[in-house]
């Protein structure tokens, strides 16, 4: 009995003098090829294009499909035309706020959040990914319609 009262003291003691380990986990988020960098506490864009978002983390669009949001892998757009908005949310609601982004971004140039198109613009000022413009550069001569009088 002595024995078991000695067993019984010591593995309490042991309890006792647990040590306490800390665990660091770090999530490398890598964003989508279309979408913007994010930083390590970044979890959703909003895409004014679809009225949804998409979770960078887990790789899935949340959306609003038959009056109820949820989670899939496809949103049926080609992502390369969206303009996402990196929020503020992290969590597994992101809908709670989708008022304040409808608003917020509503109105913008094709869709898109206050200097997020001067962004987009390459050193002559198109949008880059905008079509081309495939004139005859400058050797037509013109439509026939002119009364100029100038040499040839």
């Known amino acids: 009995m002595k024995l078991l009262k000695i067993a ?13 380990a ?11 090829s279309w979408g913007p960098a994010v930083g390590q506490n970044t979890q959703y864009y909003y895409i004014p294009e679809v009225d949804g978002y998409y979770d960078v983390r887990d790789r899935q669009y949340v959306l609003l499909r038959d009056g109820r949001w949820g989670r899939v892998a496809n ?3 080609d992502p390369r ?23 917020k971004y509503k109105g913008h140039p094709h869709g898109m959040p206050p200097g997020q198109a001067k962004k987009m ?3 002559q000022g ?7 413009y495939e004139g005859n550069n400058g ?4 439509n026939g319609n002119g009364k100029g009088k100038g040499k040839h």
């Open 75 to 77: 949103s049926g757009r």
């Open 22 to 32: 800390q665990a660091q986990v770090n999530i490398n988020v890598v964003p989508p």
């Open 81 to 103: 035309t969206f303009h996402p908005v990196v929020v503020d949310y992290v969590g597994a609601q992101p809908w709670v706020r989708i008022e304040e982004y409808r608003t």
């Open 139 to 142: 050797k037509g001569h013109g």
């Open 121 to 123: 613009r390459g050193n």
């Open 126 to 132: 198109v949008i880059i990914g905008a079509p081309a």
């Open 8 to 20: 019984a003291a010591g593995l309490f003691a042991l309890t006792l003098h647990t040590t306490t």
